[in-house]
């Protein structure tokens, strides 16, 4: 079936610190890629998504490119911020030939980010 | 404002009862999703609801139930049958059914089996 894996965490950087997250993804097709994060005592909430090949998704400073040779969606930033402390979950989910989406989103197992001063 | 609204936000349970989570959307969206949180296994789809009365089993169904009588709610009941109730549970929202969307989730609601 269909599965992700992110890179084991947690992770502990210093502030201004460049952030990487491996996710690699197995699915049977082109899924839609994305990136959540959760910050502490809170729901998910999106961070960016990719819906096909070499697309780069971006917001908050925050970049990760849809690799289909690879089968990859890695998270980077250039400079972390101690608010960016965090858990982060890759995902993926799977348009149907008609173009509609069911939502049902398959998600890694996490990372958690830990930005100190 | 509009959002996703659980609760309760934290909840105790002994063995053998069963516990209702509530999930109310004032998004005006189609779809509703409950996932499951533990420690180290990201979140497993439960149920699903693509529009009222009708929803489907998602990964880890057994031992829950959840009903879609109104667009905006879909409970959850963890039932005694659940083996290992103890979690961090999520709903979610999802508007309109073409393309890939935005899941909008609730603050979450967590359940503790004493």
């Known amino acids: 079936g269909d599965s992700v894996t992110q890179m084991e965490g947690p992770v502990t950087l210093s502030e201004e610190a460049f952030l990487t997250i491996n996710c690699t993804y197995t699915a049977t097709g082109y899924p839609s890629l994305f990136w959540y994060v959760q910050y502490p005592g809170e729901g998910l909430q999106l961070l960016l998504k990719a819906t096909k090949a070499d697309d780069k998704g971006s917001n908050k400073g925050f970049e990760a490119t849809y690799r289909k040779e690879t089968t990859s969606f890695h998270l980077e930033k250039g400079s972390v911020q101690v608010s960016d402390s965090a858990v982060y979950f890759c995902?993926?989910?799977?348009?149907?030939?008609?173009?509609?989406?069911?939502?049902?989103?398959?998600f890694g197992q996490g990372t958690i980010l830990t930005v100190h001063p | 404002d509009g959002g996703i609204t659980q609760s309760p936000k934290y909840l105790f349970r002994k063995e053998g009862q069963n516990v209702t989570l509530s999930c109310e959307q004032n998004?005006?969206?189609?779809?509703m999703y409950w996932y499951r949180q533990d420690p180290g296994q990201g979140l497993r789809l439960i149920y699903y609801s693509q529009i009222v009365n009708d929803f489907q089993k998602g990964d880890i169904a057994e031992g829950y139930s959840v009903s879609r009588e109104k667009k905006e709610s879909f409970p959850l009941t963890v039932t005694s049958a659940q083996k290992n109730p103890t979690a961090f549970y999520l709903c979610?929202?999802?508007?309109?059914?073409?393309?890939?969307?935005?899941?909008?989730f609730g603050e979450g609601s967590r359940l503790t089996v004493l």
């Open positions: 979610a929202s999802r508007k309109g059914r073409r393309n890939t969307g935005e899941l909008f």
């Open positions: 995902a993926l989910s799977f348009t149907n030939a008609g173009g509609t989406s069911y939502g049902k989103l398959t």
């Open positions: 998004l005006n969206h189609d779809a």
